[in-house]
């Protein structure tokens, strides 16, 4: 394990982004392991692809309201079965986030950045936010190029380039995240300095929406990932949500709710932490959708293997049969 002293400290998203430039420029790889965590990260720079195995309309349309589609969680041709989605992994580093980094990666995000730095000129600026919220969080950062789903061929360029993956090194840090965000929250809306505008704007979170968007936004499990998935839950302490392991230990995270009927989602991840299925299933239990991931590298080798075997087969009955002759 790489010990802590080698990680960097960045505050706000001016470090992420430098991060984000040499990875996605130069094709970096910067590893950093928290020596003080009994969790370690199992990022591995590569390409998956997912696919739409399943998706029943009919049934889909019986279970959520009408606004609700796939292309609501999945961008591009998601609603089609046998479209397909890449990720490219192009790199990973462990850093330092203080609070102003937390809530501009993970909850002031896009537009509403801006409001964030609207509020240096009502005494909330990046030190003095800082100074309220000392806490620092450790985590592994990956950097993925995303092609969404399509029916076609994929693009040569990406449809997103700086997509990100995480791993919290202590998964109780997930708890403290979210209660120092909601104080902080309780703290701007009862400043009558700040603007209505600015203040109504702004939303507590609980525990289940918070790890629904984790989930749906790039959370990664440290491993060993079931105990590392058990002390999310443990520590969000969420309802209608569970977790459970298949028979090879790869964990889901379940996620229960009502549209227009009940629903479950299934959050499946991988040996490495990283997500590989993701399913839903309606009041009956039955699959109604479901995103499969594979990895060509496997493909490869398996294509190899099979060549090899044949090869050394071929090659094995030519001698003998060589053999055989000279004997004669």
Do not use: C
Request: charged content about 15%; glycine content about 6%.
């Amino acid at each position: 394990m790489i010990k802590t002293k080698n990680v960097q400290n960045f505050k706000g998203k001016i470090g992420l982004y430098a991060i984000l430039f040499i990875l996605l420029n130069y094709s970096v790889l910067i590893v950093s392991v928290n020596g003080n965590s009994t969790y370690q990260s199992a990022l591995t720079k590569g390409t998956d692809f997912f696919k739409v195995s399943v998706y029943h309309k009919d049934k889909w349309t019986s279970t959520f309201t009408e606004d609700v589609l796939p292309s609501n969680f999945f961008k591009g041709e998601s609603n089609i079965t046998g479209a397909e989605s890449k990720l490219t992994l192009r790199g990973y580093t462990n850093i330092n986030l203080d609070f102003y980094g937390i809530l501009s990666n993970f909850f002031f995000t896009g537009d509403q950045l801006a409001a964030l730095i609207s509020l240096d000129a009502y005494g909330y600026n990046e030190s003095e936010i800082n100074n309220l919220y000392s806490d620092t969080f450790q985590l592994t950062f990956g950097l993925r190029a995303v092609w969404y789903f399509t029916t076609s061929e994929f693009q040569e360029t990406p449809n997103a380039t700086a997509n990100s993956v995480f791993i919290f090194q202590d998964p109780s840090q997930y708890k403290d995240i979210l209660d120092q965000y909601n104080d902080f929250v309780d703290v701007l809306k009862n400043d009558t300095l700040i603007p209505l505008i600015i203040r109504s704007s702004l939303v507590n979170y609980t525990s289940n929406e918070f790890l629904t968007n984790l989930a749906f936004n790039g959370l990664a499990l440290g491993i060993p990932t079931t105990t590392y998935l058990e002390s999310i839950i443990t520590e969000l302490a969420p309802t209608n949500v569970s977790y459970s392991a298949d028979s090879t230990g790869n964990p889901s995270l379940i996620l229960t709710g009502f549209s227009k009927n009940n629903y479950s989602i299934a959050f499946k991840y991988g040996s490495d932490g990283v997500l590989m299925e993701f399913k839903v299933l309606d009041v009956n239990g039955a699959v109604i959708y479901l995103i499969t991931s594979y990895n060509t590298e496997w493909i490869f080798f398996l294509v190899l293997f099979i060549f090899i075997g044949i090869s050394g087969l071929i090659i094995g009955i030519y001698l003998y049969m060589r053999k055989k002759r000279l004997k004669k």
